[in-house]
């Protein structure tokens, strides 16, 4: 590695491209399913606090959505206000929808202990797609009641934060802020800071005291869902730091050096957690950060390229699909090792994300490719033959990452 390299030159040395982004996506998305595992198995959450598992859970989705606040930083610069909430809504939502029609129509028939004139009159059966707009129902009537897990679908608790980053997005793109980046770190400063605040007025809630959205008090559950405290306080500050270390692209240095101090700082983290002070935003302070230029650092670099990336985008499909998949084999496979059920399980959430891509968000590429520069490289490979004589006028006039992963 030559000295003076920057996260943004080495974007710069790959025309724009992050090429470690593609295998990010997919290795951090195949790492949610694995640690779902043991909970889909055993119904415990008791891991999520045990000495060193306790990281991961942390550590994947502050790397997700920093990941994706990097890359729609650019598109933020890019795009008007208008372009840019389309392209985000015909990125998320579409395949979101056709997984919760699935669940609640196809898989919560065959898998409810109830009559099915009793599930489709249940009301609860209806509210479940309420989860299209962010409202989270974690529940189908009757539906994996005899599993130690009682949720369809976990993962869905992190739509509304998702929906909540693009909200902040589009305060940015309004108020110009993505001009301003000092700004953007304020913004996260601001929102750890509220939650230390709080943890020292006693207000902190740990994780089990959300039980994965299907009990817990309310208090629980406005200080545990809030953007300031519990789980989901670390994704709306990973989302900002990505934007920031976007911004700050030309100035952080791309340096094994400091990548290998905020590995040993995630590490040290890590082996000496969860302890008592280890708050959310505590971690959101000390650990965030590092993680973040991890991912930056990752993202810009040659990482190899996965089987399941040269078929297309599944990252995405393994989210959706992976805890519904996952509670399906644990009833198929009640006494199996964890670790048979979670191969098992990986090979059927591929089948239904290579579903998802082919059929339902890469058509969607195509509606978005008037303005998306991103959907239209993802279909340069299918459109090989015809000249795109579009492309390099726009990549000039971004002046922004474009990853290969539709962010």
């Given amino acids: 590695m030559m000295l003076g390299h920057t996260i943004g030159s080495m974007l710069d040395r790959q025309k724009g491209f992050g090429p470690g982004f593609d295998f990010l996506r997919i290795a951090l998305a195949i790492s949610v399913v694995a640690a779902h595992a043991p909970y889909v198995a055993g119904g415990s959450g008791d891991g999520e606090q045990a000495w060193i598992a306790w990281f991961p859970h942390y550590a994947i989705l502050v790397m997700f959505f920093a990941?994706?606040?990097?890359l729609i930083a650019a598109s933020g610069l890019r795009l008007s206000?208008?372009?840019?909430l389309t392209n985000r809504g015909m990125r998320i939502i579409p395949a979101l929808a056709v997984e919760i029609v699935l669940s609640a129509l196809i898989l919560g028939p065959i898998f409810t202990a109830l009559p099915l004139s009793d599930y489709f009159t249940n009301f609860g059966t209806y509210k479940y797609f309420t989860n299209i707009i962010g409202l989270v129902n974690y529940v189908l009537p009757?539906?994996?009641?005899?599993?130690?897990?009682?949720?369809?679908?976990?993962s869905l608790w992190t739509v509304p934060f998702e929906y909540g980053c693009y909200a902040l997005m589009t305060v940015f793109i309004l108020f110009g802020l993505l001009r301003k980046p000092p700004l953007i770190v304020l913004g996260a400063l601001v929102l750890v800071g509220i939650g230390l605040a709080l943890v020292l007025a006693g207000h902190g809630a740990q994780?089990?005291?959300l039980p994965a959205g299907v009990a817990g008090t309310l208090h629980d559950r406005i200080f545990s869902t809030a953007p300031f405290l519990g789980r989901g306080a670390k994704l709306p500050v990973a989302f900002m730091l990505g934007i920031a270390i976007y911004l700050y692209r030309d100035r952080i240095p791309y340096n094994g050096w400091l990548l290998a101090a905020c590995c040993a700082l995630c590490a040290g983290?890590?082996?000496?957690?969860?302890?008592d002070w280890m708050s959310q935003p505590v971690l959101n302070l000390l650990i965030a950060p590092a993680l973040v230029y991890i991912t930056a650092y990752l993202g810009v670099s040659k990482l190899p390229r996965l089987?399941?990336?040269?078929?297309?985008?599944?990252?995405?499909?393994?989210?959706l699909?992976?805890?519904?998949?996952?509670?399906?084999?644990?009833?198929?496979?009640?006494?199996?090792?964890?670790?048979?059920?979670?191969a098992i399980a990986l090979l059927l959430i591929t089948l239904f994300a290579a579903f998802s891509w082919h059929w339902i968000e890469k058509p969607i590429l195509k509606l978005r490719s008037r303005f998306s520069f991103v959907a239209?490289?993802?279909l340069a490979p299918d459109d090989a033959a015809a000249p795109r004589q579009d492309i390099a006028p726009l990549a000039v006039a971004a002046s922004a990452v474009r990853s290969r992963h539709s962010s």
């Fill in 67 to 70: 990941l994706s606040g990097f």
């Fill in 81 to 84: 206000l208008r372009e840019f």
């Fill in 142 to 154: 009757g539906v994996f009641s005899g599993n130690p897990a009682p949720e369809v679908n976990s």
């Fill in 207 to 209: 994780p089990s005291q």
């Fill in 269 to 275: 983290a890590a082996l000496l957690g969860p302890a």
């Fill in 307 to 319: 089987p399941l990336i040269s078929r297309g985008d599944y990252s995405y499909g393994i989210y």
């Fill in 321 to 342: 699909y992976g805890f519904p998949v996952q509670q399906v084999v644990r009833v198929w496979l009640p006494h199996a090792p964890v670790i048979i059920q979670f």
């Fill in 376 to 378: 239209r490289e993802r």
